[in-house]
């Protein structure tokens, strides 16, 4: 019953207004702070410490700190990002780094969820990566899901699954993306190398865009059973930006904005205009 109290408090959490795609993105990289995370020092569970590269013996994928996550008995940390949107917003990812290591101890993990918001303000659905270290093969792995059991599930092998072969930095990453008018959640994991190593894909024809789908919910650690916790970095919300199509939407520094592709400079963005055949003022079409 206390998880369940939690569960419908952090759902019932007020909607932001929705912010439109230039204002959306969120980035924490703990460099100088833990903004945006709550944990009991903020009347929610669990523990987050920013510690320096190096802390346990473990180095920043890049920068001079990381956060360390902790749970508790009831749950672990969770962020809202720039604030709940129930807006559609095209194309969005989120994504942060997990340091994993296949040396942790036999029946422990954790789930990390990125969840959706409805186009009513309310909680749509959650996309939940599981990490455990299996009790019965001793191997550390991860699958996805749409729910949590608030422990350390043995049964992954079963699963569409992968086996973390090494330890280091793994981004788990959600893109969130329309499908035959429905969402579709890819939850991809990237190796240290930069290679995708597992992709799950979670479809329900009933969530449908942009009528019962809006945008981001929260990111969560629904618990943390591991004995020192876990080390995080690179917190960060995408939205997808069209390409530009004309060279004025390179000007003033509007380059900037463009994501995918992304851009170096005006030059660049200038260049990429002028070699698309599409663009509004060439005469390929």
């Given at each position: 019953m206390k998880k369940l109290l939690m569960t419908m408090a952090l759902f019932a959490m007020a909607v932001a207004p929705a912010q439109a795609a230039a204002t959306m993105p969120w980035q924490q990289d703990f460099e100088s702070d833990t903004a945006g995370w709550y944990d009991a020092n903020s009347s929610w569970y669990g523990l987050v410490t920013r510690v320096t590269s190096g802390t346990d013996g473990i180095f920043s994928p890049d920068g001079g700190y990381y956060a360390k996550m902790e749970g508790d008995e009831a749950s672990a940390p969770f962020s809202r990002f720039a604030g709940y949107s129930n807006e559609w917003p095209g194309t969005w990812t989120a994504q942060i780094d997990i340091y994993l290591d296949p040396s942790w101890d036999n029946g422990t993990g954790f789930d990390y969820s990125v969840a959706a918001t409805g186009s009513d303000g309310n909680h749509q659905r959650d996309y939940i990566f599981h990490v455990t270290k299996d009790s019965s093969t001793s191997k550390l792995y991860v699958a996805g899901s749409n729910n949590s059991n608030f422990a350390p599930r043995e049964d992954l092998e079963n699963l569409n699954h992968y086996e973390i072969p090494q330890a280091g930095w793994y981004t788990f990453r959600h893109t969130f993306r329309e499908q035959a008018g429905a969402l579709a959640v890819d939850l991809t994991l990237i190796n240290p190398q930069g290679l995708v190593v597992f992709t799950e894909t979670r479809f329900n024809p009933a969530d449908t865009i942009p009528f019962e789908?809006?945008?981001?919910?929260?990111?969560?650690?629904?618990?943390?059973?591991?004995?020192?916790?876990?080390?995080v970095d690179n917190h960060a919300l995408m939205v997808r930006v069209a390409p530009p199509v004309t060279k004025d939407q390179c000007k003033e520094d509007a380059w900037k904005n463009f994501n995918d592709p992304g851009f170096k400079n005006q030059g660049d963005c200038v260049s990429y205009v002028q070699s698309n055949a599409k663009a509004i003022g060439n005469k390929a079409k």
């Open positions: 789908v809006g945008g981001n919910r929260y990111a969560w650690f629904t618990f943390i059973d591991a004995e020192h916790g876990i080390a």
